[in-house]
């Protein structure tokens, strides 16, 4: 699987970001599971894994979650529905799924706002199916403030590596064999295996630092146009309380946390944490100081605070 975000990672990606894209597999039998709209070992959480497919395999993936008194509305990216519908907000059935809980459902847009990277979608499928849907999280518009402590909830595909690593680590991830099951995707090698994670993660929130961007010696101006973006006020910046040691990529969309309430939506990471090694820069003839890079980390995201899309959550709580 690529990753294909709007970030500028290291050195030429696009900063604005988090969402995945997957090639196409060999062609899986049929299965149950897609038959019958369903996938095991799902969450009884509000947060949804949303997929764009292409001849009916993944192309783009997000995360979602559902809008507190409404009835199967979600929140998401917006850059999630931009970047497989052209620039535009009409979805037509079964373009866009979600698997949540262990149901599969069609997924349109229904409301995105001028400026923000918000989207509301509809979930569309039985009736039976909607009866069941999680309860969402109660939405708080309260101030958030440095040294806040949030949590981040949303699915990604993980790197099997990654997960082992994470195990080792004392922190277990949860899997959920989406990909496996209802798409089919095996893969032999270990170094390609990928699975669908629930992610929970704790942070907490910084002040922007959008001199240490202009500063830094790692960014062509390019990269720090894009970077200057997010380190303002207008988005909340988190530290992780961990490296999640790989991008953030698919977490887009995900649901944001102040003591149990939603309060944002996961909008951007920052992909340029390097620590040096003790070397710091070294000089290399034709080319100058040239940074001697020890480790990337993922640690920093950005948050689209749910306050600055009010307007556009009232409007997902009273759609019925």
């Known amino acids: 699987m690529a990753v294909s975000c709007r970030f500028v990672l290291f050195p030429i990606l696009a900063l604005c970001f988090l969402i995945l894209t997957s090639c196409k597999p060999p062609q899986e039998e049929k299965n149950t599971f897609r038959g019958e709209g369903r996938f095991e070992g799902g969450l009884d959480v509000p947060v949804a894994f949303l997929v764009n497919e292409l001849a009916g395999q993944p192309r783009i993936m997000a995360s979602g979650w559902l809008i507190e008194g409404s009835k199967g509305i979600l929140f998401s990216a917006k850059h999630f529905t931009d970047d497989f519908m052209g620039k535009t907000i009409e979805l037509g059935g079964g373009e866009c799924k979600a698997f949540i809980k262990n149901m599969v459902l069609d997924c349109s847009v229904l409301q ?9 979608l509809e979930l569309r499928g039985p009736q039976a199916y909607l009866d069941l849907l999680p309860k969402p999280y109660q939405i708080s518009y309260e101030k958030i403030n440095y040294g806040d402590t949030l949590v981040i909830q949303g699915l990604h595909p993980h790197p099997l590596l990654i997960s082992e690593l994470n195990e080792v680590e004392g922190f277990k991830d949860y899997s959920i064999p989406i990909l496996r099951d209802y798409y089919g995707i095996r893969m032999a090698d270990p170094v390609q295996k990928n699975e669908v994670v629930f992610d929970g993660l704790k942070g907490r929130v910084v002040k922007p630092d959008p001199v240490a961007v202009l500063r830094n010696p790692l960014l062509n101006d390019e990269e720090k146009k894009a970077m200057l973006q997010y380190e303002n006020d207008s988005y909340i910046k988190v530290v992780m309380a961990r490296d999640h040691k790989f991008s953030f990529g698919g977490l887009s969309g995900g649901v944001v946390l102040k003591n149990g309430k939603a309060v944002g939506v996961i909008t951007a990471q920052d992909p340029f944490r390097f620590e040096l090694d003790k070397r710091g820069f070294f000089s290399v003839p034709g080319l100058g100081r040239v940074a001697n890079i020890k480790a990337q980390h993922f640690d920093v995201i950005y948050i ?17």
């Open 304 to 320: 689209t605070p749910v306050g600055s899309v009010r307007e556009l959550a009232e409007y997902g709580k009273r759609v019925r």
């Open 112 to 120: 995105v706002p001028p400026i923000r990277d918000a989207v509301v």
